[in-house]
T-cell receptor, first 109, second 114 residues
Framework: QKEVEQDPGPLSVPEGAIVSLNCTYSNSAFQYFMWYRQYSRKGPELLMYTYSSGNKEDGRFTAQVDKSSKYISLFIRDSQPSDSATYLCAILSGYALNFGKGTSLLVTP | DVKVTQSSRYLVKRTGEKVFLECVQD?????MFWYRQDPGLGLRLIYFSYDVKMKEKGDIPEGYSVSREKKERFSLILESASTNQTSMYLCASTSRTSGAYEQYFGPGTRLTVT
């Protein structure tokens, strides 16, 4: 079983919609949970990270971790066409990151 | 501005050739990583290095080797390229002290092996 599972999509939503992206993970010892965003033909960039459980908000983006169910989520409010990208969840394991497969998101005007 | 650069954006090689992919970072980071990214498989760690001349195998090291002679440079070597190594290769670096969760990625090298 892969340590991080993520539905690859694709996900297509109209501009202004609320987007929910989700991952599950297998090891309850993980403490750092990240969301990376990757635009086409670019490397991934860190969008948000959360330590342990709870919510973290940054503008239109909210990252949420539920350690009891081993579930991590990213919510995007008032989605914009510029949010169209692949979103990758990741967990920190030692020195390295374990990534989900990424969810491709398209926000249509 | 932090920067990770990779030697080529696109590379075409023949089966059996020895291939070198170079990565340079200008942030004085201790840790450097090589990933490959494939549709449906996501990002998979090939090798990483936490110091000069140190290396650790990732999830898929077979068919690859690495070299880190200087802190800023991390090379990925395909000893004898095969068609199943056609992929996007991404290099990343991170500071051991300021947050291993934030990896800085290069733009990637799209390698085609024919």
């Amino acid at each position: 079983q892969k340590e991080v599972e993520q539905d690859p999509g694709p996900l297509s939503v109209p501009e202004g919609a609320i987007v929910s992206l989700n991952c599950t993970y297998s090891n309850s010892a993980f403490q750092y949970f990240m969301w990376y965003r990757q635009y086409s033909r670019k490397g991934p960039e860190l969008l948000m990270y959360t330590y342990s459980s709870g919510n973290k908000e940054d503008g239109r983006f909210t990252a949420q971790v539920d350690k009891s169910s081993k579930y991590i989520s990213l919510f995007i409010r008032d989605s914009q066409p510029s949010d169209s990208a692949t979103y990758l969840c990741a967990i920190l394991s030692g020195y390295a990151l374990n990534f989900g497969k990424g969810t491709s998101l398209l926000v249509t005007p | 501005d932090v920067k990770v650069t990779q030697s080529s954006r696109y590379l075409v090689k023949r089966t059996g050739e020895k291939v070198f992919l170079e990565c340079v970072q200008d942030m004085d980071h201790e840790n450097m990583f090589w990933y490959r990214q494939d549709p449906g498989l996501g990002l998979r760690l090939i090798y990483f290095s936490y110091d000069v001349k140190m290396k650790e195998k990732g999830d898929i090291p077979e068919g690859y080797s690495v070299s880190r002679e200087k802190k800023e440079r991390f090379s990925l070597i395909l000893e004898s390229a095969s068609t199943n190594q056609t992929s996007m290769y991404l290099c990343a670096s991170t500071s051991r002290t300021s947050g291993a969760y934030e990896q800085y990625f290069g733009p990637g090298t799209r390698l085609t092996v024919t």
